[in-house]
């Protein structure tokens, strides 16, 4: 289904690469936008004392509204007749942290924090708390039972569970949004601002919170789609990815498989690469230019941690001597972990890369073509038998599979240890030398 990268779905810094309009227009723009902050602080503290003290009703959100114009958030919808009000269940597109407060000035509604945040905070942000419950069947069981209930307010949800720029495509809608309700209203939600990105893939709510404040203004669109129902014999996640085409064929994005699960394994990754080289690497894979060397204020800690990861990778290849190095640094950036690395490696996953970086203490990051072909990791004659390190079939319970992975991880310290032996000419415990 997906035919953009992941890299494309998040933005990774506020401002666009050589960009030097956007630099120039922050430079001049920084004194007012300072002062533009410290004052709707104060407007803020007062619109949040007044949604608090006035009761859910028209009169409340348009107040709200009127006030929010002021702290720089615009809200617009294209026709508020098409809004159903028989529909329980909304379900929108995730750009922003406060999207479910834009929805919620048009329209009441109600949505379920799916994290761990303190009561308070949950209640102060607009949220409805769940109470402690966080697996996803037990909150569909208690939704189900929310919207059952007569003089309730519509539910809206976020089948993605995580935020994307909004331009390029939709994360994998989840199917749990859509057992609670057979009729559901999609709602397409489009948010703009001048010269900034909307939403940056690791900040904060507080951090975005303070851009909105920062900057003049930020535009929220808002669509009203027509209702949809789900289909006879369709399953739940036939119907979340018939909704999720028809989101993004109105935002105009394309629908992927990516999770929000494969966002957090992005943004651990970044964690362990260079901000500078993943920055410009992305860029050009977007471009679809070969990435370049890029010097900054990370070289430092760029140095570091090729060298850091250089260690690793020659401790691994000890083990591992018919594993290519570039297998095992690329591998090592995934997990940084060196046992797990091993793992990997000696289970015979396959490995593609396309584009080697070098990882040496000269920090110089290259870029090379060497090995380009997918290459499946062979093991030697003398490897651990495939009985100790694989099972034949699924353990049938939690005892089960956790002897098969104790086997495992002891065949494979025991094939670490006579491979480090071998090398040093050291003899086993208990032999004659």
Same mark, same amino acid.
């Given at each position: 289904?997906?035919? *953009? @990268?992941?890299?494309q779905l998040f933005d990774l810094q506020r401002l666009p690469e050589n960009n030097f309009l956007s630099w120039l227009f922050l430079l001049l723009y920084t004194p007012f936008g300072v002062c533009l902050l410290l004052l709707r602080l104060f407007i803020g503290v007062h619109v949040f004392l007044i949604s608090c003290a006035l009761p859910d ?7 709200? !509204? ?47 924090m799916l994290g761990g945040l303190p009561s308070f905070v949950c209640w102060a942000r607009g949220f409805m708390e769940m109470g402690g419950v966080i697996r996803r069947p037990e909150l569909t069981e208690t939704l189900n039972q929310y919207v059952s209930q007569e003089g309730t307010v519509p539910l809206l949800l976020f089948p993605e569970e995580?935020?994307?720029?909004? !331009? ?14 057979? *009729?559901?209203?999609? /709602?397409?939600?489009? *948010? ?8 940056? $893939? ?25 209702? /949809? ?11 979340? #990815? &018939? ?19 494969? +966002? ?43 060298? &850091?990861?250089?260690?690793? $990778?020659?401790? *691994? ?15 090592? /950036? +995934? ?25 040496? @203490?000269? $920090? /110089? ?22 009985? +100790? ?8 319970? @939690?005892? #089960? ?6 086997? &495992?991880?002891? $065949?494979?310290?025991?094939?670490? !240890?006579?491979?480090? &032996? ?12």
């Open positions: 289904m997906a035919t *953009v @990268a992941v890299e009703s028209l009169i409340r959100r348009f107040i709200v !509204r009127v006030m929010c114009s002021v702290l720089g958030l615009l809200v617009k919808q294209n026709d508020p007749r098409l809004i159903d009000r028989t529909v329980k269940v909304y379900i929108c597109n995730h750009v922003t942290p406060f999207d479910h407060n834009v929805i919620n000035l048009l329209t009441s509604c109600n949505t379920p995580e935020t994307t720029n909004g !331009r390029t495509g939709l994360l994998k809608f989840c199917s749990w949004p859509f057992t609670v309700a057979d *009729v559901i209203q999609p /709602v397409a939600l489009f *948010v703009k601002r001048p010269f900034l990105s909307e939403s940056v $893939a690791d900040s904060s709510w507080i951090a975005e919170l303070l851009w909105i404040f920062f900057m003049p203004f930020t535009v929220y669109q808002v669509r009203w789609l027509q209702s /949809v129902s789900k289909n006879a014999g369709e399953s739940f996640d036939q119907f979340a #990815e &018939r909704v999720q085409k028809m989101l993004a064929e109105d935002l105009g994005v394309v629908p992927t498989s990516f999770t929000a699960a494969d +966002k957090a394994e992005y943004i651990k990754r970044l964690r362990h690469i260079p901000r500078t080289l993943t920055a410009t690497t992305v860029s050009e894979q977007s471009s679809g230019t070969r990435p370049q060397t890029s010097f900054g204020f990370d070289s430092s800690s760029s140095s570091k941690e090729n060298t &850091r990861i250089g260690k690793m $990778a020659q401790q *691994v290849k000890e083990v591992l001597p018919h594993v290519p190095l570039s297998v095992i640094k690329a591998e090592l /950036v +995934k997990t940084d972990c060196i046992d797990a690395t091993i793992t990997n490696l000696l289970e015979g996953q396959t490995f593609a890369q396309e584009e080697e970086v070098s990882f040496g @203490a000269s $920090a /110089v990051p290259s870029t090379s073509a060497s090995w380009t072909s997918t290459t499946t990791v062979s093991r030697p004659s003398d490897a651990v038998p495939s009985s +100790k390190t694989t099972v034949k079939s699924f353990g049938k319970s @939690a005892t #089960e599979r956790q002897m098969s992975l104790e086997e &495992r991880k002891e $065949a494979l310290y025991e094939y670490a !240890r006579r491979k480090y &032996r071998e090398k040093h000419e050291l003899n086993s415990p208990g032999e004659s030398p």
